[in-house]
């Protein structure tokens, strides 16, 4: 079991919904997003949704990374299934919410869907795949863990 980040000798399974670190009973701060660490819950929304001109950069680099390389990879292999567009979309949407630092934020959701849409343009995937694609990416940002 992960152990509390504020209290290493206590055993915890609860997260911090936005910085994931493990955090125990003490620590939560219940929200109605779920419990956070202090240091999460004491941030304004505002200072906690922007997003740094760095993990911007990140993300971008790693959206285009996997929705690009992806889409190429999947045009090579003719699985071009809508199943695996949206598998990538989803994998794009990951990799640039964690390149950024874990944000869950509109413009890490657009980085992540461009990514796809210019993997789909690139590669030849066509408009459904772009779309399909597109829309996973940034699902996936925004909405929960998968
Ligand atoms: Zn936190
Ligand atoms: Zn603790």
Redesign the pocket.
């Known amino acids: 079991m992960p152990r509390c980040s504020y209290h290493p000798n206590v055993e915890t399974n609860v997260r911090?919904v936005?910085?994931e670190?493990p955090i125990c009973p003490k620590d939560f701060v219940s929200t109605p997003v779920g419990y956070?660490?202090p240091?999460?819950a004491r941030q304004l929304p505002s200072a906690r949704r922007t997003v740094k001109p760095r993990q911007l950069v990140l993300a971008t680099l790693a959206a285009l990374g996997v929705g690009v390389g992806g889409m190429f990879l999947v045009g090579l292999l003719g699985i071009g299934y809508w199943i695996v567009t949206i598998l990538l979309g989803m994998l794009t949407g990951e990799a640039a919410r964690r390149a950024s630092g874990g944000h869950r934020t509109r413009p890490i959701a657009a980085v992540a869907g461009i990514g796809m849409v210019l993997g789909a343009i690139l590669s030849g995937a066509g408009f459904v795949a772009m779309v399909l694609g597109a829309a996973a990416a940034s699902v996936s940002v925004l909405s929960g863990r998968w």
Do not use: A, M
């Open positions: 911090c936005e910085c670190r956070k660490c240091d999460c």
